[in-house]
């Protein structure tokens, strides 16, 4: 632990000698063509959005380059350009946070609420790689944070119920800010019954009940030098999983960090920013409210993270350029016992994350440059270390029955490099690109065991000699603007080298009853997968306006075999009507027929479906206080349907009727 300590210091240092010598400014500067999902300030959440107190994975859906695995009705799983998490990134201010739970039922998504959100930047492939190894993009969620511009205090309520599960939302708002002072403080608090599919359907052990606190303070010194820091806990309990054998009895977070912001008065850097952050999972899977199990396990699990960032942006001549040092230090733990039916045998233990410590350090070093007034190339790339070690003696052993010479510790270097093109002009923009990358195994592939998923009904066993997985990605976008219009067609392609995946061993026997058998993670020789999304929207008058998505995705294995978990085509449209202080909209949203699905990986076909929401809302202004009143209803048709992302084919929501309200002041 010393020697991660010194070399965290020793990283620092090297930062600070970086940005030793004078810059020059441009006025020009260059636009990233990232997608971001605007959320709001607390003050202003229940303006932007038809449903203001969704869930972070309801917000998150709006995007063409996510969807969400769904194993209930709570904390689903984000895939980025249909990657899931082992091939994706997912940070909360730039801090990495890892799962305690072997079967991901706690994204990092699931530790945040929309109250204390601000946006959620996207960015596809290696464009998200300033946070770490990544194939298939990143997500940073970006919390609120109030400025010295507005000061006094504010505060504000929210308040929500929704028919379908019985759900109630109570949350409040409290921020205070002077010239040099401000605390932003958050709580959030949701119950939810089971919920109901169409026709009336109820679908057990779908109830959840959470609560999340946020608050944020930074005092300014100097004019230029601010300190901040954060902390985040959340808690979410009785948590049910239809989807899954198992339910979730707690689910917990403290996410605290402490950040050091210097914008210098001379010319050398805009911004420089220091974060130090912790975080500390814990998540207990728990199935004594399933009836006739078959024989009783507990199985909890823990993740612990010290990390820090050392970012810097500055300007030389036409070069806009960031430099990002990043280190991580994580624990993961998670452990099986079994309790037999007959209290004469024995109990039965195993570490299924055998206390496995990560480390990792890289350096991300990106140019901007600015062409022309229309044009701008951009070049980034990446070095890192990932060092993982096996520190529990018998988790070692166990995976020694499969590998008798693996070593208790694997070192790995990760490379990463792209270039992007983007050209600007009398309203049309267009940007292409081309980018490598490479991860390490996760903790599940690499050191896994006997980890049962439900989906295809296998138990896995990790391996811990595979080797990098890498990533060539081309990307092209095309759009148009005007007042009144506008358009943009994005697509990617990936073709992955050493593509992760579990393949049956049929020498193997499963431990879990009923079991389909075991699969080994293996590497195939390479898989393909294509994305490709278009947007419109159209201001109609001045009081309507229409918009409109399409995506179609595309996955193959070198066999051309279907990949697992590959969106159909799927489809939005949405008319907007906004007179003064009254707002409504009405939307259409859906899949095509799943046809390119994959039996050898588990996967069934799903029908196609569509269904209709209708939202409307009115605001209230009296003396500076407001009070929005939004109120809809989701799935209007009581259409009863599950799609291909839905884990066992779970059904989705019936209709739904919600009540929003936010009163502040």
Known sequence: MKKIILL?????????????????????????????????KKAELSQKQSKPLATIDEYLQQSGKIEMIKRGSYAWEPMINNMATERTLITIDGMRIFGACTDKMDPITSYIEVSNLAEATIKSGQQGACHGATIGGAIDLKRNRSNFADLGWKASVNTGYETN????????????????????TDFMYRDADNYKAGNNQEVLFSQYRKFNISTTSGFLFNKNKLIEGSIIYDKATDVGYPALPMDVSLAEALITSLKFEYAPKSARIDKWETKLYYNTITHRMDDTKRPAVPIHMDMPGWSDTYGFYSKAKGVLDKHHFTADLNSFYNRSIAEMTMYPTDPNENLMFMFTWPDVRTFYGSLFLEDNIVLNTNSSLKFSGSLANHFNKVADQLGLESLQIFYPTMKDSKSRILKSISSNYSYTKNGFVYGFGLAYGERAPSVSEGYGFYLFNSFDRYDYIGNPGLKNESSIEGNASLGYANKKFSAKLTSSYFHISNYIIGKPDATLIPMTIGGSGVKIYTALEYATIFNTDLNLEYQINDRFKAKGQLVYNYGKDFEDKNLPFISPLRYSATLNYKKNQFSSEIMV????????????????????????????????VVDGSKLNVKAGIENILDTYYSTFSDWNSIPRKGRNFFLNVTFSY
Not at 596 to 614: K, M, V, W
């Open 8 to 40: 965290m210091v020793l990283q620092c240092l090297a930062t600070v000698s970086i940005y030793a010598q004078e810059q020059t400014k441009d006025t020009i500067t260059p636009k990233d063509l990232n997608e971001v999902i605007v959320i709001g």
């Open 165 to 184: 599960n019985n759900q109630k939302i109570l949350g409040t708002a409290i921020n205070y800010v002077n010239k040099s002072f401000y605390i932003d």
């Open 589 to 620: 949203q859906g899949n095509a027929t799943q046809t390119q699905y994959s039996p050898f990986y588990g996967e069934d076909r799903t029908p196609d479906y569509a269904i209709l929401n209708i939202a409307t809302s009115y605001l209230f």
